[in-house]
């Protein structure tokens, strides 16, 4: 099924808040240059600490080590060589160390994987490496020697994280004429978060564990987005023969941003794509709402897979349509994603949706238009429209409890626009106050959940929409019979409104 008529497919695929505890060694990095006039006049020079987390999955026994970012006399920034004693990461993939010098100008940290470090799974249902058995998620896998994550930062104001995308921006600054000078690395940082559709900023966020997310308190859906788009990166691995390990993926990615300062939209047979890693972090999260209890995370995850959905399109756009692999694998579909829809799931401080069904189909087609009105008043009116020779039957239900809004929904096909017989419109109207009666303004809402199936008591297929302007839906590809159609509402806080009335649509 799809967002506006498409959605991703897994088929043909080249594969879709906690912060991390900084409990660190606590090691000390030293220099063998001790020729500093602070050493000679005999007194202790300051040091700084810096921490972070690396995760790819969580990293664990990690080599982690760190320089100073210094500029030359004619302004090129570059590490300042020292010969440091490496600390290792923790178990929960968090490192901590001191660098000398004070609290001021930037660093550059960079983590070696040898025959000690290890990598939790984080890629739904397990990992794959050529030459190694497949690792179930949230176990324990090896890294190959080439393994490199580097991560920078300012060390006045932030820990530095080591992720993939991290690792890819600070390849990309190296491209400038200043090296990695802290403009360079800012406009990198924020360069990768808009190729992956990411807020400003969420590169410097500390992804969860994706294999502990009932564990931890909260997490916002920013960070959650991170993780999984670093995730993607393995993802790929385990859907295409060309890439025999995570290691691959991350060296061809840097190559391309190293040589181009860009990487492949929609790949060229021989590079990583944008959208292969976007599709892959789509199909992840989708996936990853199977493996968690809480609720809360479960729509954030929702969420996430929306705004990946939404970048792939974008992607799409932006390369014209010509490749005609790509068109076919985003109007295909063949896995969605399973809600719990039962009572048990809904909380007092969450909000309510109006659904309407509307069809447009062509002169002697027979259509039941259903329309539940639960946030308006008495009198709120639903207008159908339909080509001439359609018969239609409207019922409305209304619930007199809020006193708000009058809507009218008009459908006015045309030639160019008629609904394919296989497909169902929805549209709605956001509401304005909460169940409990509070008021709820836009600004609140994250966006919607449309579920649906074959049975009134069997709505087992889910659409995310994480915009809370949206108002209209297009399920298609739908099989002959009786389809049945719920909508709930997401707030900002994780919260989700009961479900509104089932509509249906006889395909």
Known sequence: MSYCGKKLSKQGLLTLPALVLLSGCGLDITSED????????????????????????V?????????????????YYAPQRLASKPVRTVDDGSYELKLRGKAEGWALVELEADDSTRMLCDVVPQCEQVGTEPVAFGQPMALDGNFILRGAG?????????????????????????????????????????????????LRLAPPDLTGLDEIGSVTADALQVAIANAAFLALVNDNAQWNSISDVLNNMT????????ISLMGDGTNVALADLVTAAAVQASDLQATVDSSVISQKLVVVEYRNVQRFKTIADVYGGSDTSVAETDTT?????????????????????????????????????????????AGTTTTDTTTAGTTTTDTTTTDTTTAYTTTTDTTEPTTTETIPANAALLSWTAPLTRENGDSLAMGEIAGFEVVYGSGAENLDQSLAIGDASVEELLVDELTEGTWFFAIRTLDI???????????????
């Open 34 to 57: 001790s020729t500093t006039s602070a050493q000679s006049q005999g007194s202790t020079e300051p040091t700084i600490e810096i921490a972070g987390a690396a995760m790819k999955g």
């Open 59 to 75: 990293i664990r026994q990690g080599l982690v080590t760190a320089n100073r970012l210094i500029a030359d006399k004619d302004g």
């Open 154 to 202: 300012d060390l006045g104001l932030e820990t530095v994280n080591l992720t993939p995308l991290t690792h890819l921006a600070v390849t990309l600054a190296e491209r400038s004429a200043s090296g990695l000078s802290p403009e360079a690395l800012s406009s990198a940082y924020t360069t990768v978060e808009g190729w992956f559709g990411l807020a400003d900023g969420a």
């Open 255 to 262: 190559s391309q941003a190293s040589e181009t300062g860009q």
């Open 333 to 377: 579909t063949t896995d969605t994603t399973t809600t719990d829809t039962t009572s048990d799931t809904t909380t007092a401080d969450t909000t309510t949706t109006d659904t309407t069904t509307t069809d447009t189909t062509t002169a002697d087609t027979t259509t039941t238009d259903t329309t539940t009105a639960d946030t308006t008043t």
């Open 493 to 507: 806080d994780g919260n989700r409104s009961t479900l509104s009335e089932v509509v249906s649509k006889q395909i």
